[in-house]
């Protein structure tokens, strides 16, 4: 069964404002990983945060987990055009191979 | 530091034929695996190599396989091709293998082997 899902399916938002994309998933982990891609190009890794981790930054990028809950999320502040593409999430768990939710398509609108 | 490289990016097939992707990882990264992306199933995991080993398999027919050399260099190859076959292949490239719990790190992708078979 899929350990990632990603809510909503589909977000469009004007520039500006903040997105927030949430990761649900079912096992216990290791780290989740959160990567975008761009329409019919190769995923670019984000960030990656620990089990033992409940917020990381990048940039823009503010990404949180709650392992009680079993769910995470990535928040992009101020976003821009450039910030269009599918957003996935991406579960580590021991002895299991990556595994990818299906993803959130975000729009920013100029 | 040059990326992942996949070729070729397009390639058109006719169904009962076969196919062979090519994957160049980053230097210095011996763990090699490979994702099918369609819009119906997502990102699907094929497979892993490690150190020319297969590491681990997804749930994949056997016309399915792969292989890797000792330059880290990888193949995959379906064989007697379906319509449903069409779909984005994707490469990715790491230092550890994916099954490395804790010490897992990020996966860096190729652009991809757009395959449509007619």
């Known amino acids: 069964s899929q350990q990632g899902e990603e809510d909503p399916q589909a977000l469009s938002i004007q520039e500006g404002e903040n997105a927030t994309m949430n990761c649900s998933y079912k096992?216990?982990?290791?780290?989740l990983q959160w990567y975008r891609q761009n329409s019919g190009r190769g995923l670019v890794h984000l960030i990656l945060?620990?089990?033992?981790?409940r917020e990381k930054h990048s940039g823009r990028l503010r990404v949180t987990l709650d392992t009680s809950k079993k769910s995470s999320s990535l928040l992009i502040t101020a976003s821009r055009a450039a910030d269009t593409a599918s957003y996935f999430c991406?579960?580590?768990?021991?002895?299991?191979?990556?595994?990818f939710g299906p993803g959130t398509r975000l729009s920013v609108l100029p | 530091k040059a990326g992942v490289t996949q070729t070729p990016r397009y390639l058109i097939k006719t169904r009962g034929q076969q196919v062979t992707l090519s994957c160049s990882p980053i230097?210095?990264?011996?763990?090699v695996s490979w994702y099918q992306q369609t819009p119906g199933q997502g990102l699907q995991f094929l497979f892993e190599?490690?150190?020319?080993?297969?590491?681990n398999k997804g749930n994949f027919p056997g016309r399915f396989s792969g292989r890797q050399f000792s330059n880290s260099r990888s193949e995959m190859n379906v064989s007697t091709l379906e319509l449903g076959d069409s779909a984005l292949y994707l490469c990715?490239?790491?230092?550890?293998?994916?099954?490395?719990?804790?010490?897992?790190?990020?996966?860096?992708f190729g652009e991809g082997s757009r395959l449509t078979v007619l």
């Open positions: 990715a490239s790491s230092r550890t293998p994916g099954t490395s719990g804790a010490n897992t790190g990020e996966l860096f």
């Open positions: 096992t216990s982990i290791n780290n």
């Open positions: 945060i620990r089990s033992n981790e």
């Open positions: 991406a579960t580590v768990a021991s002895g299991q191979n990556f595994v």
């Open positions: 230097s210095g990264h011996r763990s």
């Open positions: 190599y490690f150190s020319e080993t297969q590491r």
